[in-house]
């Protein structure tokens, strides 16, 4: 079994766009909120997270979102962000019933703010190294 099958069927990953300033922005936010422990981030760009894609049946390559994964299922854009949500502590975890909402709705407003990121937020040359709370964190 490779190292991504047995935290994917383990763990919850979390594939987020590593050049991005808002995308990493989050990642920070759910670190310092104390999202469970039993997620695990990467970004997006890396070889694991592109071979998570692929054993999901998503594509490796042009995948511009937020992608959360835990065994064989995947949630994306906005979905993603509210489950990943229930994990985090009160008052945190009450944005996590949003998913419940009309996803065109949510993917909707998603889209809208990920296709004005990086003219609103700026991106980062390379993908950003960012300091958890234990190492394993990061793949």
Avoid at 23 to 37: P, Y
Avoid at 39 to 49: H, M, P, Y
Wanted: net charge positive; hydrophobic share 45%; proline share 4%.
């Amino acid at each position: 079994m490779s190292e991504f099958t047995h935290i994917r069927s383990t763990k919850q990953v979390i594939l987020y766009d590593g050049v991005c300033k808002l995308c990493n922005a989050w990642v920070v936010f759910l670190l310092r909120k104390g999202v469970s422990k039993d997620i695990r981030f990467s970004a997006i760009q890396n070889d694991i997270s592109k071979a998570i894609l692929k054993s999901v049946g998503l594509p490796e390559e042009n995948i511009r979102t937020i992608v959360l994964v835990k065994q064989d299922m995947y949630w994306l854009r906005a979905g993603a962000i509210f489950r990943v949500m229930a994990y985090l502590p009160w008052p945190w975890k009450i944005l996590s019933v949003m998913r419940f909402l009309p996803r065109f709705v949510t993917d909707s407003v998603y889209k809208i703010v990920a296709f004005n990121r990086y003219r609103l937020f700026g991106r980062f040359d390379d993908i950003q190294t960012i300091k958890a709370d234990f190492p394993e964190r990061f793949l």
